[in-house]
């Protein structure tokens, strides 16, 4: 079955830092470009980062850009998200999902508050 599973997420006090991983079963990951979107509560949801299967260039929001870096692992058939200097406006669920919009992980919850 094809999935993408997140992990990662948790509670974090402002300017901490943490790591999202997409895990990859059933396909894959190097064919596609593989991003993160997140939804906050009453909000759009809204692309954070993607990054592509070939070269590896990326794209991030405005709002994260100098603070998130986005990377692969193709052995691994991973993706991450490295998040630093998070900020409470940073709290939402975040989705791993192809950039395309084809596949979706379930989400895991990331909130910042002290």
């Known amino acids: 079955q094809v999935q993408l599973v997140e992990s990662g997420g948790g509670l974090v006090q402002p300017g901490g830092s943490l790591r999202l991983s997409c895990a990859a079963s059933g396909f894959t990951l190097d064919y596609y470009a593989i991003g993160w979107f997140r939804q906050a509560p009453g909000k759009e949801r809204e692309g954070v980062s993607c990054i592509s299967s070939s070269d590896g260039s990326t794209y991030y929001a405005d709002s994260v850009k100098g603070r998130f870096t986005i990377s692969r692992d193709n052995a691994k058939n991973t993706v991450y998200l490295q998040m630093n200097s998070l900020k409470p406006e940073d709290t939402a669920v975040y989705y791993c999902?192809?950039?395309?919009?084809?596949?979706w992980g379930q989400g895991t919850q990331v909130t910042v508050s002290s």
């Open positions: 999902a192809t950039c395309s919009g084809s596949r």
